[in-house]
């Protein structure tokens, strides 16, 4: 696309480029066959389904308006929307400014969901609540959760290993291995669902795709009368669950004063019921642990698919090479991972965290303005800009790992070494107040927004950053490397992304999966020895 084209004709708000829905097609950027536009409904483009009519998820839509500028108001009829993949711009909405932006629409469609739980909750519930579940976060937890996630990852293996040669398809074994994690880890709940189905597993699916509907939908629809019995049928199987663990779990512990703790139950839930004060109700309760469900579970098996997804392609065999040599060395044949082990694989961990990068769950965060506020000199185009009470705001994710000015010419490309290598980023977009990406700032497991200024936010940034970083980032690791230990995988089918939450592959992440018989340690030509010389990697595992 001719870049010129965008800008004429070029209406300006605040400063801020004004483009309609409508001039992407006017552009030309999206090509809609007939036959698709002949069969789609027109409630269709107003119910969220819009990449139905479109074919392309709207986070790719957004990328291309990014060629106008890394800002933009989008206006969609009635709404408008602005959005924001600068680096600078991102830093001081989430950190800076974090104060003046709620979660808007987001907010609205998840409250029916989670009521007052971290993500929808307003400003002083919030506050409380983060003060509140932090501490339950700590590391001993953590460190005890590594046990849960092998033997979750033993069931995996032991399902794959049960099915020599077959196509199978991995998206869907990471979600049910992720959701078996997460009810085990928050409430002590077995799913069970890398084995069976359930009507509880059903609702947990059912109510994330409808949420999913409703943050997209132009139009509240379930506010229609009716419009909500199937979604209010799944709610209340969930809620049922919820509300009895919740009810089990203060009886457990108010009976237990006198007697032994009860073995057995290291769950969140059982950690804010011990350390909750009088003002925290069992709804209050409820609605943490919906959070967590909702927030831990699709996002963790969505980085996993993309990982795989690219650790599998042709171009990527000699990284994959390494991977897996590093894999063997630091495993052997333990069934039992250790975090120990996790901080030696280094190559595994940032298999992950570039997959992030590229495919980023969620693609976009989603922020209203509740304050006048003001961008100034942000970004290498924009003189000050205005975002004014009431305005939608949306962190393009996807465009901000994408963007060249940061990443340098392979931005597209899957290269988890960048992160031991790379301090990319334009000398214009550093002129702009951009620190850069160092990786002599990465602390913990994984180079977080610090290390890259925000220019990278695969959990968020500032307050409101992701709760469960570090729990994602041990899960992952554990189960890829115990796959990668004992299957080797292969594409048996083309992927198509899909949006929702989390970036997903439409028809499923479908691998030919075979076993591979345990090796010598040293036995792949890339030792990880090699790897692990590296002072940078060494200095961050
Ligand atoms: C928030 C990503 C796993 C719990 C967030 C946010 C992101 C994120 C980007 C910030 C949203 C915003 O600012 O609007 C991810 C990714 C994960 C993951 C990519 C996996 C790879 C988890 C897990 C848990 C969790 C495993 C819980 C065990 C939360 C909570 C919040 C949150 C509670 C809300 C924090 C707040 O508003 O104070 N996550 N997450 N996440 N995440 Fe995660």
């Known amino acids: 696309q001719n870049v ?29 066959p007939m036959e698709r536009l002949l069969q789609s409904k027109l409630t269709d483009v107003f119910t969220g389904g819009f990449q139905d009519i479109t074919g392309v998820p709207v986070f790719i839509l957004l990328h291309r308006y990014m060629a106008l500028s890394p800002i933009y108001k989008l206006c969609i009829g009635p ?45 002083i519930t919030w506050l409380t609540r983060r003060r509140q579940l932090k501490p339950a976060f700590h590391q001993k937890w953590l460190h005890d959760q590594l046990t849960l996630y092998s033997t979750v990852g033993n069931r995996l293996v032991a399902f794959l290993a049960a099915r020599p040669g077959q196509t199978i398809d991995m998206q869907e074994r990471f979600c049910s291995a992720s959701l078996d994690i997460i009810g085990k880890a928050v409430f002590n709940y077995e799913f069970g669902s890398i084995t069976r189905e359930s009507p509880v597993i059903q609702a947990v699916y059912a109510v994330m795709r409808e949420a999913e509907r409703r943050a997209s939908s132009i139009v509240p629809y379930w506010q229609l009368p009716g419009g909500t019995r199937e979604f209010d049928q799944h709610m209340k199987v969930l809620d049922d669950v919820l509300t009895s663990l919740v009810e089990q779990c203060v009886q457990q512990v108010s009976t237990e004063e006198d007697e032994e703790p009860q073995k057995g139950n290291n769950s969140l839930l059982r950690f804010l019921v011990e350390a909750r004060g009088q003002d925290v109700t ?51 044949l333990r069934d039992f991972i250790t975090l120990d082990d996790v901080k030696q694989m280094p190559l595994v961990r940032y298999s992950l965290v570039e997959a992030l ?104 940034g500032g307050g409101r950053k992701c709760m469960g970083d570090q729990f994602a980032i041990l899960e992952s690791s554990v189960l890829l490397s115990m796959l990668l230990r004992d299957f080797s995988f292969e594409a ?15 028809e499923g992440l479908m691998m030919k999966v075979t076993a591979r018989p345990p090796q010598p340690p040293d036995q792949d030509e890339a030792s990880p020895v090699a790897v692990a010389s590296d002072a940078l990697l060494s200095s961050v595992a």
């Open 4 to 32: 010129a084209q965008f800008f004429v004709p070029m209406k300006w708000e605040d400063n801020i480029p004004v483009v309609s829905v409508f001039d992407i097609f006017k552009w030309g950027a999206v090509d809609i």
């Open 79 to 123: 709404r408008s929307v602005v959005v924001i993949s600068d680096a600078v711009a991102v830093k001081h909405i989430l950190r800076s400014e974090v104060g003046k932006y709620d979660k808007g629409i987001l907010a609205e469609v998840l409250k029916p969901i989670m009521g007052k739980g971290l993500i929808p909750a307003d400003t």
């Open 282 to 332: 069992n709804q209050q309760l409820r609605d943490d642990l919906m959070t967590m469900l909702i927030a831990g579970h699709e996002t963790t098996a969505a980085t996993l698919t993309w990982a795989l997804h690219e650790l599998t392609k042709p171009e990527n065999r000699d990284f994959l090479k390494r991977v897996k040599a590093e894999v063997d060395s630091v495993l052997g």
């Open 357 to 460: 990068r590229l495919y980023p769950a969620p693609p976009m965060l989603i922020r209203r303005c509740l304050k006048e506020d003001h961008l100034t000199g942000v970004g290498p185009f924009s003189a000050g800009m205005t975002i004014k009470p009431g305005q939608d705001v949306m962190l393009a994710t996807w465009s901000l790992n994408r963007d060249q000015r940061l990443w340098g010419p392979d931005a597209d490309k899957y290269n988890p070494l960048r992160f031991y290598t790379a301090v990319h980023g334009s000398p214009e977009y550093k002129a702009a107040g951009w620190a850069g990406f160092d990786p002599a700032r990465v602390r913990g497991l994984y180079p977080d927004e610090n290390a890259a200024d925000f220019g990278f936010i695969p959990f968020g």
């Open 492 to 506: 048996a089918d083309t992927v198509t992304l899909g949006m929702g939450a989390t970036i997903f592959a439409k």
